[in-house]
């Protein structure tokens, strides 16, 4: 995450925000129903909470609690989450020592989240889906594009650098590391069970009013000139 966006990066920002508020009349129309969006991230065996969570109330006569210093755990597993308007659609965990790669993305990943569509949304097949990632090597690689292309599916890669509008980077991850934060896993099934519980308890609701937000964030964005227009951690 740059520091400060560069002109060129704030009119990119602009551009996306500007298209899909024109091809998806601002979310309204059955077409947003065809965006299945997914990223991956890591999970942690333990996630300190924050200092603002940490805060204690003390009155001035009591004595200062003892601050402990707050370290992840070095045990950690990356998940894939892939959900649509509708909800999700697969979460899928990288088997321990593994990396995101072009070849697992389209071999492991990509075919588990289309049969699910299949499955779930009870489609005949995958044309008019749109694919909504980020611009990671793998996402992008040549591999992936003729993937894609053969499955009919549409790429609709996020703006560079851009967080603040990517319902996995503003949404579920943020909503389900907050709520695993604090908790110590004895190992990774400990956490993954954990994590699968969490992901299994949000409702249709919940992500109907992600993709709300969504292109509420796009009006900002461009309202905003595209600078961020909340604070990024």
């Not at 590391?177 to 299994?200: H, S």
Request: charged share 30%; hydrophobic share 35%.
């Amino acid at each position: 995450m740059p520091h400060e966006l560069t002109s060129h990066q704030k009119q990119l920002r602009v551009q996306f925000c500007r298209n899909s508020l024109a091809r998806f009349a601002e979310g309204r129309p059955r077409r947003v129903l065809d965006i299945v969006t997914g990223d991956e991230s890591w999970f942690y065996l333990y996630d300190p909470t924050t200092k603002e969570q940490s805060k204690e109330w003390v009155s001035k006569t009591d004595a200062r609690p003892t601050k402990v210093r707050r370290n992840r755990s070095a045990g950690k597993r990356m998940v894939a989450i892939f959900f649509m308007k509708s909800g999700l659609i697969e979460s899928i965990p990288l088997e321990s020592g593994t990396s995101v790669t072009g070849e697992w993305y389209i071999n492991d990943c990509l075919p588990q989240v289309f049969d699910a569509i299949l499955r779930t949304q009870r489609r005949a097949d995958l044309c008019k889906l749109i694919l909504h990632d980020d611009n990671a090597r793998p996402h992008r690689a040549w591999i992936t594009t003729e993937f894609l292309v053969e499955h009919h599916v549409e790429s609709y890669p996020n703006p560079p650098y851009s967080p603040d509008l990517s319902p996995c980077d503003f949404f579920i991850f943020p909503k389900l590391k907050n709520q695993l934060r604090g908790i110590r896993f004895n190992d990774d099934d400990d956490m993954l069970e954990a994590l699968d519980e969490e992901i299994r308890g949000l409702t249709k609701e919940d992500f109907k009013n992600c993709f709300n937000d969504w292109f509420s964030r796009m009006n900002k964005c461009i309202d905003a000139h595209g600078e961020y227009f909340e604070k990024i951690n």
